[in-house]
């Protein structure tokens, strides 16, 4: 493995663990949509292109705006 992979790999530990433990929802998936694009980096860094525009296409695009759309309707993302 690359100095790089690794580099990315330890940054996605932090971000996994940080979608865990941040109160604030809107940043938490703010989190998880910065962890879907490094993964997709990964992904990229492993020579799956295939895969790599999927997670960025549905993990960092789709989820999130999901994710958004549900937190405004419920009317959470205060505190």
Known sequence: MT???MI???FLI???IAVSVIRNLLGA?????V???TMAVLWQQL???DLAITEA???A???TLLFVFTLRRVGGGGK
């Open 3 to 5: 100095t790089f992979s």
């Open 8 to 10: 990315v790999i330890i």
């Open 14 to 16: 932090g971000a996994s």
């Open 29 to 33: 998936i703010i989190v998880f949509m």
């Open 35 to 37: 962890y879907s694009l």
């Open 47 to 49: 020579n799956a292109p």
């Open 57 to 59: 296409a549905v993990g």
């Open 61 to 63: 695009g789709i989820t």
